[in-house]
């Protein structure tokens, strides 16, 4: 009984530490313009609607948002707020974490190779014991 409790502390712990499988990285924000006359932003990588970005403006506001969609001039997150991209000194997009995803998917295998071995020995132990 000792050793199920160890074990589902340490799944515990596992999901705890592991969930979400996500990281978020840097995006980088270009300044191009088009005769001299209009500027515009691009975005390396770029960004999607549905992307989860947190930024940080100029002001020291910062926030974690939702893209609904992009203009070359900002970030559009509702049909009224746009985020212009010369007000953000920092952007970061959500993506998924490939390193946590397989530590997660590792983690979660050997505990139930752990789990199962420690019923199965449970089962013959029992069984050679007649209980």
């Known amino acids: 009984m000792n050793t199920f409790k160890s074990l589902c502390d340490v799944s515990f712990a596992l999901v705890i530490t592991l969930t979400g499988c996500s990281t978020y990285k840097p995006v980088q924000l270009h300044q191009e313009s088009l005769n001299n006359e209009y500027s515009y932003y691009k975005t390396h990588p770029y960004l999607y609607s549905g992307d989860v970005v947190k930024y940080t403006l100029k002001d020291g506001r910062h926030e974690t948002i939702t893209v609904q969609s992009t203009t070359p001039q900002g970030i559009i997150i509702s049909s009224e707020h ?12 959500r993506d998924l974490s490939t390193v946590k995803t397989v530590a997660f998917v590792g983690a979660s295998s050997a505990v139930a190779f752990i789990a199962f071995m420690g019923i199965m020995t449970g089962a013959l132990f029992a069984a050679l014991l007649g209980v």
Request: glycine residues 0%.
């Open 82 to 93: 746009l985020i212009p991209y010369n007000q953000i000194v920092a952007i970061e997009r």
